[in-house]
């Protein structure tokens, strides 16, 4: 069963455009759009909002590769991308612009499906992972506020270290507020009394 996925072609060439378009055909995707031009790549995606873009560029430029690092900052996508030929420097490049399968001479319609799925799935991948690091690093953000209030508890108050986090804890349970939110009343408030 191929899910109902939105694909978005891109391609200068009518004739790569077509064997692309006939491979995600075959593979059972019905719902493809097709635009020509890599100008204007935002604006395209953002009025064909489609779930994966499949690019090709036969030789990509130095200009494609940073089109497609603003393509995939701006808008998150799984993106393939079809070269004729590459060097490790545009790989390179691709992979650091969001590109999730840059396929070098594989141009070929029974290849579509599996190239696709490898697509998604890498992209599901560092989607999961990017959400990881920002979870951590939000956590880290907030434990560093928790740390910092709980010095100036300890220091005004005369505590030891887990009686101010006690205290802290408390009146977020009592107040019906995150410890965080505590944490950054507690600092400003000691900001604006120095």
């Not at 499949?54 to 393939?80: C, G, N």
């Not at 029974?110 to 999961?128: D, G, H, V, W, Y």
């Not at 508890?153 to 965080?180: C, F, H, Q, S």
Request: net charge negative; charged share 30%.
């Amino acid at each position: 069963m191929v899910p109902n996925l939105r694909i978005l072609i891109v391609d200068a060439n009518n004739l790569r455009a077509t064997i692309i378009e006939e491979g995600l055909r075959e593979a059972g995707y019905r719902e493809l759009v097709r635009v020509s031009a890599t100008t204007g790549l935002v604006a395209a995606i953002e009025q064909h909002d489609p779930d994966v873009v499949v690019i090709d560029l036969e030789d990509p430029s130095r200009d494609a590769l940073a089109d497609m690092f603003l393509v995939s900052r701006h808008i998150r996508r799984p993106i393939t991308m079809f070269v004729d030929q590459s060097d490790s420097a545009s790989i390179e490049a691709a992979v650091e612009a969001g590109v999730s399968a840059y396929i070098v001479d594989g141009l070929k319609k029974e290849r579509m499906q599996p190239i696709l799925q490898t697509c998604i799935s890498r992209f599901n991948a560092f989607r999961k992972l990017r959400e990881e690091l920002d979870e951590a690093r939000s956590q880290l953000e907030e434990r560093k506020l928790v740390d910092k209030a709980k010095g100036i508890v300890m220091r005004m108050k005369n505590l030891p270290e887990e009686e101010a986090y006690a205290l802290l804890r408390r009146t977020a349970m009592n107040d019906k507020r995150k410890l965080v939110d505590i944490a950054r009343s507690i600092i400003t408030a000691a900001e604006v009394l120095k």
